[in-house]
């Protein structure tokens, strides 16, 4: 396989002008993106702040203005801030967790043969079968009473667990569902950058005598390093998306333990329709998120390229 | 590493991926009754029917919903994959190819976007989506998804892979914009375009949260979200039927990964990921 | 549309032709009174109505076509359903007239009626019963739908409680349970039979994952569990209310020493004791995981499917201090909104009347809504089902009546999980009073 956009060599030879200058045509090509980016992603955090700006009655109902209440309300609440430290958990529990598989499974399958082919495919399967789906099948199979897993486990002579109301096994089971079904995102995106490193570098460090560890440390990790910072950004991003088994397994217990921040908001919103406080929430992760995100790209920053 | 263990390893890797849908599949040929007899403890039953039927898949079919719903997935899958792939490509082209004020605030803003999970914003987006008068519509459900940041970076960066001479020697020829795309740009990035199309075909299987807000009529309602409905939490729960109508769920998803998944896992256009 | 006796009589031939003989006696009962006097559905324009309903599967979709049949018998239009998962219904009638106006009909959670009204989404249908039919509901199928002299919608069917059980299994160990209501037990009576019954089972079966209840925990909100901190009380105690008087305030009640001490013995059955599996399958007794089950008449068609050789029998579920079981089931109720006013007032009607609700309690194979019409019932006069009504009329209680009861039913759930997975009692109710006192404020 040729070079991958992850890895991208910095050009450097003069480019040639662009068909186009100005803004007239562009926007032909532009607006079905635009409109879509300016109906459901500006507007929708236009909303997001002045929903959070209002009272609202049980029905959904705006009946006053907040300010900036909602924000102290939310964020004073012992609740919503085991809520965003969980989450804050759930990424830092998950994303080297996903990394560390996701590596040594494109490590090794990086090789294209048949047989490799199938098992990559095996591998990136789950996300194929939707998260509502695969939510319903691991609630049976991790079921204290019916599930395989504890059938499995009182065999082998080990004692049963109340998989859904224990609270480690409870976190176990959410975030290990979530690292389950996106390993094979990691994957994929590491599987490209092996593809992009020039074997030269490789072939040049084994004629030094560089042994399998060392090459993989000194060359390869390195070489990675921008597969690295993608791969962190997506599974930092779909920590925060551990809801649908949140709603469907746990419903945030037990005894909180799953209660993270983005099920608190749709409980808020949908549950309680306490829309202001809701949407504040939802802001407060936001933030949240964008922040994680910011220092992740700084501190996995790439300075190099291959030309 | 020796060939036997490098081959178990694989074995066990791959198993560990596919066991739970296996075990979906198996439970799907048996009753209640069976499963529950061989669940108190180990042995062969506990993971295969003792005594296997198709029962469950005839109960599926006779859903009066479940075929509609299974084409409002598909469809959705179709329409999603095929708006995103056209919107990304008509922009990812033009912030490539063309210059004008503020195109890299523009690439940047899109980029930014993708750091805003649905879970994270449902509620506001009920509003927009109600708003606009789209609440309980295909639309209601599909719009608000069509714009894709990924898909937007992915198709952006496979067009910065074409040289540019080639545009330019098809412009110099007296090819306009629109025959540009079509003659130097598409043919060189396919394997872009399929990975974006199939990993927002995709994606809408992957939707349980957005369809049970935003789509509240049943006939338009899309599979995997009617099938929370096989659980009943007043009588007792069919699990037959529930894991049969799952396989059927997941079963166009899988065809159409079987069909295109070598362009995702060996193709260029790849490191979008997600 | 007004209609005379004649045009009436072709259709009526037609309801006749598609009931079994044993309905049909119901059916004309139902039917002749209103057939005699002035036409009871007077008015109807027969327009398409759209009921929003959870989705029961085949078995609800069954039991409302032959809703249709009747409905239509009396000059009703189509019946259209949009149907959403259970769990969903609340936020569904929340949100049913956001972006439209939604559905004409409501089929809610009982206890919601006063929410929805709270909120103005409903409207009342006083006029569209007799000051008889009032009288001839049960008591607590009136009271729940009654607020400030309303009435805002007929319930479905009537729910007593009871503990389901094959009679096979406790005979090998000889034992004597109370059958009346008379000579129900207290919950440390039933400790000591469920711990000697488990272990003997566990012990004949070679099999550690069979229990001794299935108490109905973990889905169904505080209906089952929430008996057992008001049981503590005594009768119109804070405990046994569970909320103030105003329905505002959770506090002092739920949390009462009394309170606390019923809570603990939920958390109790599932560790200290261990004879109750923290599994919130529903299938446990329907494939033979369980000695007792605690239900409601709904469960007897599944339990007579899956287990069609026992003997089954059905005794008082137990109490800490004041017997009580929560009764009360769905209720039918009309959009505010709807442009269908006139016919969806008029289907709560026929919803109200004995060949409208007949179907429907039939179907749950459940208690009527109306005292007279248990005569049709004859499974309901003898056991193992007559304990049910009894239950009933002897020691039943509504759901707390609270402006906003469904966000305590959820918070409810939500500290019942979080007691049954073993943390400290009183500090999880302190905190859940809290926050349901601060929901419930927003009502005040």
């Given at each position: ?144 009473n019916v ?161 | ?30 009753d209640n009754s069976?499963?529950y ?22 109960r ?168 929370a409905s096989l659980i009943d939490p007043l009588r007792s729960t069919d699990y037959?039927l529930v ?32 | ?14 309801v006749?032709?598609g009931l079994s003989a044993g309905l049909a006696a119901t059916a004309l009962g139902g039917l ?19 009921l929003l309903i959870w989705d029961g599967g085949a078995f609800v979709d069954n039991m409302m076509a032959r809703v249709q049949e009747r409905w ?7 019946l259209?359903f949009?149907k959403v998962p259970f769990g969903d219904l609340d936020?569904a009638v ?11 009909v409501f089929l809610a959670n009982a206890p919601n009626v006063i929410?929805y ?8 249908v006083?006029?569209?019963f007799?000051?008889e039919d009032l009288e001839d509901f049960f008591p607590t199928v009136r009271l729940g739908s009654e607020?400030?002299?309303?009435f805002y919608g007929p319930s479905t069917n009537e729910n007593g409680q009871a503990l389901y059980y094959d009679r096979q299994l406790t005979e090998?160990?000889?034992l004597k349970l109370p059958e009346t209501l008379a000579d129900a037990w207290t919950w440390?009576e039933w400790l000591?039979v469920f711990?000697?019954i488990q272990?003997?089972e ?8 069979f229990f001794a209840l299935y108490p109905n925990m973990g889905n169904t909100g505080l209906f089952f569990s929430g008996s057992y901190p008001r049981s503590a009380?005594?009768k119109?105690?804070?405990?046994w209310?569970m ?19 019923g809570?603990?013995l939920i958390?109790?059955i599932h560790?200290?004791?261990?004879i109750a599996p923290?599994s919130t399958q529903k299938d446990m007794f329907y494939n033979d995981q369980v000695a007792f089950f605690c239900g409601v008449p709904l469960y007897l068609a599944p339990i007579r499917k899956a287990r069609p050789d026992i003997d089954l029998a059905t005794a008082p579920v137990p109490y800490i201090r004041t017997p009580i079981i929560h009764t009360g089931s769905f209720a039918w109720l ?13 289907f709560l009607k026929f919803m109200g009347s004995p060949q409208g609700n007949d179907v429907v309690a039939r179907g749950w194979t459940s208690p009527p809504i109306r005292k007279s019409m248990v005569a049709d019932r004859p499974e309901f006069q003898t056991k193992p089902m007559a304990l049910f009504i009894d239950s009933i009329t002897e020691w039943s209680v509504p759901r707390p009546k609270v402006?906003?009861f469904s966000?305590l039913d959820t918070?409810w759930s939500?500290?019942e999980?979080?007691?049954v ?24």
């Amino acid at each position: 396989m040729d070079t991958t956009i992850a890895i991208r060599p910095v050009r450097l030879k003069p480019r040639l002008p662009a068909l186009l200058e100005g803004w007239g045509p562009a926007l032909v090509f532009l607006a079905p993106a635009l409109v879509m980016l300016c109906l459901f992603k500006l507007w929708l955090i236009a909303e997001a702040v002045y929903t959070s700006t209002g009272t609202f009655d049980p029905g959904g109902q705006r009946i006053g203005n907040a300010g900036l209440d909602n924000f102290g309300f939310a964020l004073s609440d012992s609740r919503f801030q085991w809520g965003l430290w969980l989450s804050l958990f759930a990424a830092v529990a998950k994303v080297p967790v996903q990394l560390a598989l996701g590596l040594a499974a494109a490590l090794m399958l990086r090789a294209n043969t048949g047989g490799n082919a199938v098992v990559r495919a095996m591998v990136i399967s789950p996300m194929f079968f939707g998260l509502p789906v695969t939510t319903f099948i691991f609630a049976y199979m991790f079921d204290a009473n019916v599930g395989a897993v504890n059938a499995i486990l009182s065999g082998i002579g080990l004692p049963r667990v109340a998989w859904l109301s224990t609270e480690a096994p409870a976190q176990m089971l959410v975030l290990g569902l979530s690292i389950w079904r996106d390993v094979g995102v990691t994957m994929l995106v590491f599987l490209a950058g092996l593809s992009a490193i020039p074997p030269q570098i490789a072939n040049a460090a084994k004629l030094d005598g560089a042994g399998p560890f060392a090459l993989f440390f000194t060359i390869t990790l390195p070489l990675l390093a921008r597969s690295f910072q993608f791969a962190v950004v997506l599974a930092t991003l779909a920590s925060f998306q551990i809801l649908v088994p949140v709603l469907m397994l746990t419903k945030g217990g037990p005894t909180g333990a799953t209660d993270l921040a983005s099920f608190q908001i749709y409980e808020t919103a949908f549950s309680y329709f306490d829309l202001g406080t809701a949407s504040a929430m939802s802001l407060a992760l936001l933030f949240g998120l964008i922040v994680i995100i910011a220092l992740e790209l700084r501190w996995l920053a790439v300075k190099w390229t291959y030309e | 590493m020796k060939r036997p263990l490098r081959f178990m390893l694989r074995l066990v890797l791959a198993a560990l991926f596919v066991a739970p849908i296996l075990l979906a599949l198996a439970a799907s040929f048996r009753d209640n009754s069976d499963m529950y007899r061989y669940a108190g403890s180990l042995s062969l039953w506990t993971f295969l029917p003792a005594e296997p039927g198709i029962d469950a898949y005839r109960r599926a079919f006779t859903l009066p919903l479940l075929q509609t719903q299974l084409f409002n997935t598909v469809l959705l899958g179709f329409v999603m994959a095929t708006g995103t792939t056209v919107s990304s490509l008509l922009a990812g082209y033009a912030l490539s190819r063309f210059r004008f004020r503020g195109r890299q605030a523009l690439f940047l803003l899109m980029l930014f976007t993708l750091f805003i999970p649905v879970d994270v914003i449902l509620p506001p987006l009920f509003f927009v989506v109600r708003d606009l008068g789209l609440i309980d519509s295909f639309w209601g459900l599909a719009l608000p998804f069509i714009f894709s940041p990924i898909g937007v970076y992915l198709i952006r960066q496979a067009i910065e892979e074409v040289p540019r001479e080639l545009d330019h020697a098809a412009s110099l020829d007296g090819a306009g914009l629109w025959e540009v795309l079509r003659t130097a740009i598409l043919p060189n990035i396919r394997g872009a375009l399929i990975a974006c199309w199939l990993m927002h075909f995709v994606f809408v299987w992957e939707w349980y949260l957005w369809p049970l807000t935003a789509m509240r009529s049943d006939d338009g309602q899309l599979a995997q979200v009617a099938i929370a409905s096989l659980i009943d939490p007043l009588r007792s729960t069919d699990y037959a039927l529930v894991f049969a109508a799952a396989i059927l769920t997941i079963l166009p998803a899988f065809v159409v990964f079987a069909i295109l998944q070598r362009f995702l896992t060996s193709s260029q256009a790849t490191t979008g990921g997600k | 549309m007004t209609r005379s006796a004649i045009p009436f009589e072709p259709s009526r031939r037609d309801v006749l032709k598609g009931l079994s003989a044993g309905l049909a006696a119901t059916a004309l009962g139902g039917l002749s009174p209103a057939f005699a006097q002035a036409d009871p559905y007077a008015g109807l324009k027969g327009e398409e109505l759209e009921l929003l309903i959870w989705d029961g599967g085949a078995f609800v979709d069954n039991m409302m076509a032959r809703v249709q049949e009747r409905w239509s018998a009396v000059g009703g239009g189509a019946l259209k359903f949009r149907k959403v998962p259970f769990g969903d219904l609340d936020r569904a009638v929340r949100s049913a007239n956001q972006g439209g106006i939604g559905p004409d009909v409501f089929l809610a959670n009982a206890p919601n009626v006063i929410t929805y009204k709270k909120l103005g989404l409903i409207e009342p249908v006083t006029d569209m019963f007799t000051k008889e039919d009032l009288e001839d509901f049960f008591p607590t199928v009136r009271l729940g739908s009654e607020i400030d002299g309303e009435f805002y919608g007929p319930s479905t069917n009537e729910n007593g409680q009871a503990l389901y059980y094959d009679r096979q299994l406790t005979e090998r160990y000889g034992l004597k349970l109370p059958e009346t209501l008379a000579d129900a037990w207290t919950w440390d009576e039933w400790l000591r039979v469920f711990t000697e019954i488990q272990a003997a089972e566990r012990k004949r079966r070679g099999n550690e994952q069979f229990f001794a209840l299935y108490p109905n925990m973990g889905n169904t909100g505080l209906f089952f569990s929430g008996s057992y901190p008001r049981s503590a009380g005594e009768k119109g105690s804070d405990a046994w209310k569970m909320v103030s008087d105003d329905g505002l305030k959770s506090s002092g009640c739920l949390n009462s020493p009394e309170a606390i001490k019923g809570l603990q013995l939920i958390q109790d059955i599932h560790h200290r004791h261990g004879i109750a599996p923290v599994s919130t399958q529903k299938d446990m007794f329907y494939n033979d995981q369980v000695a007792f089950f605690c239900g409601v008449p709904l469960y007897l068609a599944p339990i007579r499917k899956a287990r069609p050789d026992i003997d089954l029998a059905t005794a008082p579920v137990p109490y800490i201090r004041t017997p009580i079981i929560h009764t009360g089931s769905f209720a039918w109720l009309v959009n505010r909104q709807t442009a269908k006013i006139g016919d969806a007032k008029l289907f709560l009607k026929f919803m109200g009347s004995p060949q409208g609700n007949d179907v429907v309690a039939r179907g749950w194979t459940s208690p009527p809504i109306r005292k007279s019409m248990v005569a049709d019932r004859p499974e309901f006069q003898t056991k193992p089902m007559a304990l049910f009504i009894d239950s009933i009329t002897e020691w039943s209680v509504p759901r707390p009546k609270v402006p906003g009861f469904s966000e305590l039913d959820t918070m409810w759930s939500r500290l019942e999980a979080d007691i049954v997975s073993g943390g400290d009692v009183k500090p999880l109710a302190d905190d859940a009073t809290r926050r349901i006192d601060a929901q419930l404020r927003r009502y005040g």
